[in-house]
Nanobody
């Protein structure tokens, strides 16, 4: 059974940092392109970052470029999202998923984890 489990969320002050983890099971992380997504209160789910399996190329949404960094550790079958200089508007539930390519077609994402809540507030 293919599964992803997100963790690492929490409450952080504006300007702070968090690192999210996405541990996968049932498949080999290095065989798939991976993406991080978020859904803020009252907003649609959006893709924020991706990492391409074939060459490690990364992509970012304009709203997070320069502040977020996606990476992975194949030995741990885990992907990460390092989030720095956090803003209140980054508050959302964050999800990871396998993707086909970037930009991401949300309708073609096969399965989702339960997500992890990130709240940026003073």
């Amino acid at each position: 059974q293919l599964q992803v489990v997100e963790s690492g969320g929490g409450l952080v002050q504006p300007g702070g940092s968090l690192r999210l983890s996405c541990t996968v099971s049932g498949f080999i992380l290095d065989d798939y392109n991976m993406g991080w997504f978020r859904q803020g209160p009252g907003k649609e789910r959006e893709a924020v970052a991706s990492i391409i399996a074939s060459d490690g190329r990364t992509n970012y949404a304009d709203s997070v470029r320069g502040r977020f960094t996606i990476s992975k550790d194949a030995a741990k079958n885990t992907a990460y999202l390092q989030m720095d200089s956090l803003k209140p508007e980054d508050t959302a539930v964050y999800y990871c998923a396998t993707i086909e390519t970037w930009p991401v077609n949300l309708g073609r994402v096969d399965f989702w984890g339960q997500g992890t809540q990130v709240t940026v507030s003073s």
